[in-house]
Structures are given as structure tokens and as C-alpha cells.
């Protein structure tokens, strides 16, 4: 009997050797692609508060201000930055404003019940043996969906207090552009004149800055009207002023030109504490 059962055993040991190999050959090889497709590059957001930029050698505040998207006048204001506006390597300049805050995250929509430690839900009693519950009928629960919170949008930053003197138009001629709030390149209001028409203070002031030194704005005069309040006027041919000469509102002070613009102009921005206003709002309506 054993003589028999060695050919039968090694018959059955050589079919189940084909069966693994025919079950190898029919296995095939699925190579999946990487999951997931290549991010397209992030657009230029506006800095984060709290954001700073090194000076490195080569720059200058203009330079700086247009690769971060800000306003170079803003960030002369927001660093303290005294005319000419010269900056040194190693510096760390802000990009944002000095009082500008992070977002606070948002608050879930109600609050949490507390849950006392070692309490149980009360249990139903049951009824006694033979007897059948009445039948009841009740509603399902219904539970209201569970909602994300939205993100509460950023509050409008409320106008400041109206200066206590009067504006005046600073040059006469059509408006050709508008204050845009966040745009760094319309911080103010551009009107369109001849070549040396007058320019003149909008409200009585001194003159704090009077030259060339912040590029994009050409040739620039600034004048501060009180601790709040300054004007700023870009684009000019010639400047009359001085820096520390005192003006009255009217007082010619430069003369309209295209320095810095393409075409004849003047660029006209009013500010408070730092952060630049719509002059359309503290104009006369004309």
C-alpha cells in the first residue's frame, strides 16, 4: 500500500506546482499613476500682518514697496522713514501698518452644555412580566444639520472724524482717476491739466517734504496740516516750496507736470494718521 500511495502523492504534488505556475503567468502588474495633480503657482496675495521685507543692497523703498504690492509712501509712513527716503542693507522694513492685527478665528456658533462628570442618562423602567407596553406613536427627532461657522468678514474701517479745517481742490482740470481702498496704485485721486498749470495747498499747513526721492511719484510735495491730517501732491514739473515754509490753503506750490506719469497730471492724496483717505470725500463737490 505504501509502494502505491508515493507515485499518487507525488502526482498530486506536481498538479498543484502547474496550477501555481499557470496562476503566475496569468497575474499582470497594474502600476498606478501618483495620485494628485501639480498645483498651479499661487497668485500674489497682499502681506499678512505683521509681515517684514530685509534690505538688501541694491534696494530702495520704491523697489521694495512694488514687489510686496504696497504703496511706496506707505511704507516710508508705516517704517518712519525720513525724506530722501534712504534705506541701508540689513534693515527690516514692515509691510503692513503699524495697529494692523491678525483675524481672529471663528467663533463656533453656540456654546458647548457642560457635561457633569459621573451623571447617566435615566434609564426607562420596564414593565412588570405579562403585562404589554401600551403602544405609542412618536416622531423621529429631528436634529438640525450641523452647519461649518462662516468666517465673519472683515469689518469696513469706519471714516475718521472730519478734519477741523476746510479742503480745497488743489488744481483745476477733469478727473481721470479714483481712490481704490487696498490698491496700492490708487491711494489717491489723479487730475488731468496742462503742462505748468498751477497746483495749489489744500488747506493751511507746513511743507514736510519737498523733492524727488520716492520713485513712482515724481516730483512730490508733502504738507502736514496738523498731528492727523497731511496732502501729498505727485507728478509735478516744478516744486515752489521748501521743506519747513509754512502755506496757506490756495497758495500755488508747484506747477503741473508729467514727472513719473504719462501724461500731464496731478497726483493728490490726503491722509490721516498714515492711512490714506478718499479725497473725493473731503473735496467740495464741484
Not at 43 to 72: E, N, Q
Request: charged share 20%.
Amino acid at each position: 500500500m505504501s509502494g502505491r500511495r508515493v507515485p499518487a502523492m507525488r502526482a498530486l504534488a506536481a498538479l498543484l506546482m502547474l496550477a501555481l505556475l499557470a496562476a503566475c503567468a496569468q497575474t499582470t502588474v497594474v502600476r498606478t499613476a501618483p495620485r494628485g495633480k501639480p498645483q498651479a503657482a499661487r497668485p500674489v496675495s497682499p502681506p499678512k500682518p505683521g509681515s517684514t521685507a530685509l534690505v538688501r543692497k541694491g534696494d530702495t523703498v520704491y523697489r521694495i514697496a512694488t514687489t510686496h504690492g504696497v504703496s511706496p509712501l506707505d511704507l516710508a509712513m508705516w517704517n518712519r522713514i525720513p525724506p530722501p527716503y534712504t534705506i541701508h542693507p540689513g534693515q527690516r522694513l514692515r509691510l503692513t501698518p503699524p495697529d494692523a492685527r491678525r483675524p481672529e478665528p471663528p467663533r463656533p456658533a453656540g456654546p458647548t452644555p457642560p457635561r457633569v462628570a459621573g451623571t447617566t442618562p435615566a434609564s426607562t423602567p420596564r414593565p412588570p412580566a405579562g403585562t404589554r407596553p401600551p403602544s405609542t406613536t412618536t416622531s423621529p427627532a429631528t436634529t438640525p444639520p450641523a452647519t461649518t461657522p462662516r468666517p465673519v468678514p472683515p469689518q469696513p474701517v469706519p471714516p475718521p472724524a472730519a478734519a477741523a479745517f476746510d479742503w480745497r481742490w488743489p488744481a483745476d482740470g477733469a478727473l481721470v482717476g479714483r481712490f481704490a481702498a487696498g490698491d496700492p496704485t490708487r491711494q489717491g485721486i489723479d487730475i488731468a491739466g496742462k503742462s505748468g498749470a498751477p497746483v495749489r495747498a489744500a488747506a493751511d499747513g507746513v511743507v514736510v517734504y519737498s523733492g524727488a526721492g520716492l520713485v513712482g511719484y515724481g516730483e512730490l510735495i508733502i504738507v502736514k496740516h496738523d498731528e492727523q491730517w497731511l496732502s501729498a501732491y505727485g507728478h509735478n514739473r516744478a516744486r515752489l516750496v521748501n521743506e519747513g515754509q509754512r502755506v496757506k490753503a490756495g497758495d500755488q506750490i508747484a506747477e503741473m507736470g508729467r514727472s513719473g506719469a504719462s501724461r500731464d497730471m496731478l497726483h493728490f492724496e490726503i491722509r490721516f494718521n498714515g492711512k490714506p483717505q478718499d479725497p473725493l470725500q473731503a473735496l467740495p463737490k464741484r
